[in-house]
């Protein structure tokens, strides 16, 4: 039985065969998956039929609907061939029909990857071919992995960097006294990679006996930062990203040395699609 919809507005080649391949998952989780665009019936047959999309495509032909849930697209202008699509997104619908959340982009040409979706919204994280790396330090492991197997043009994904504490220790964050490294991440990548802003876990106060500072820590053993990643190259088959990871791990009695570490993470260009089919 589902308990919940994932409307996807409005269609785009690759996100539509990326939610097909993910569609067990969606099941698995009690979503039911649609796509809805301005195309005409005839073309969302023939479309389904050549890609093998097995979920319900709806036409919205006139842009009623799009317009009727105020989603209409107005950076498009009327004498533009794609006037009338909706912000590019998805709703998460409940069984009362009420709107749980929103996933939306300015950009007609920027979507969320399927995995990102059933990452953050439904908390389906699967890793196999993803982009992975990893270092080991004194009491403090890092990694980073990218949510999706690779990216395609105009897509968005999410980048997880971890830090793993052996037992007994904690990581520091803002606010901390000055003398103290509080944790800090960095990502780099070409100038047609777009890295979102950080999105640091929720800290706790804290406090050291014999001190009469106030500190912050990061409350799990396992402390998560991610960030939204943009590929706005149409050219590139695959790229780098730096990322650049700044802690200091303490116990209740002692500190280690403030660590710096840097991994690389190649991602490369998603094999969604047949080789002789363009994606977009």
């Given at each position: 039985?589902?308990?919940?919809?994932?409307?996807?507005?409005?269609?785009?080649?690759?996100?539509?065969?990326?939610?097909?391949?993910?569609?067990?998952?969606?099941?698995?989780?009690?979503?039911?998956?649609?796509?809805?665009?301005?195309?005409?019936?005839?073309?969302?047959?023939?479309?389904?039929?050549?890609?093998?999309?097995?979920?319900p495509l709806l036409a919205d032909p006139d842009s009623q609907v799009i317009r009727a849930v105020g989603i209409l697209n107005n950076l498009i202008e009327p004498h533009?061939?794609?006037y009338g699509i909706p912000f590019p997104g998805s709703y998460v619908v409940g069984v009362d029909g009420g709107i749980e959340e929103k996933l939306f982009f300015q950009s007609y040409r920027t979507r969320p990857s399927a995995a990102s979706v059933l990452r953050d919204t439904f908390g389906n994280f699967e890793v196999r071919h993803h982009p992975h790396v990893d270092v080991e330090?004194?009491?403090?492991?890092?990694?980073?992995?990218?949510?999706?197997?690779?990216?395609?043009?105009?897509?968005?994904?999410?980048?997880?960097?971890?830090?793993?504490?052996?037992e007994g220790l904690h990581l520091y964050a803002r606010p901390i006294p000055d003398s103290y490294v509080a944790t800090e991440v960095w990502v780099d990548a070409p100038d047609d990679v777009e890295i979102g802003v950080a999105r640091y876990p929720a800290a706790h106060p804290f406090r050291v006996d014999?001190?009469?500072?106030?500190?912050?820590?990061?409350?799990?053993?396992?402390?998560?930062?991610?960030?939204?990643?943009?590929?706005?190259?149409?050219?590139?088959?695959a790229f780098r990203l730096r990322v650049k990871v700044r802690y200091q791990a303490c116990s209740d009695t002692e500190c280690f040395i403030p660590q710096t570490r840097e991994l690389k993470l190649e991602v490369p260009r998603s094999p969604l699609l047949r080789p002789d089919t363009p994606s977009g």
């Open positions: 039985m589902f308990h919940r919809s994932l409307q996807w507005w409005p269609f785009c080649r690759s996100q539509l065969v990326q939610l097909q391949q993910n569609l067990p998952k969606f099941d698995d989780a009690g979503v039911a998956v649609f796509g809805i665009s301005y195309d005409p019936v005839e073309y969302q047959a023939q479309f389904a039929a050549e890609f093998g999309i097995e979920f533009e061939d794609v330090g004194a009491g403090v492991s890092v990694s980073a992995t990218l949510a999706t197997d690779g990216m395609v043009y105009g897509e968005t994904s999410m980048l997880h960097v971890d830090l793993t504490v052996d014999g001190l009469d500072d106030d500190f912050s820590v990061y409350g799990d053993r396992k402390t998560r930062i991610a960030f939204p990643v943009v590929n706005n190259s149409r050219e590139i088959d």
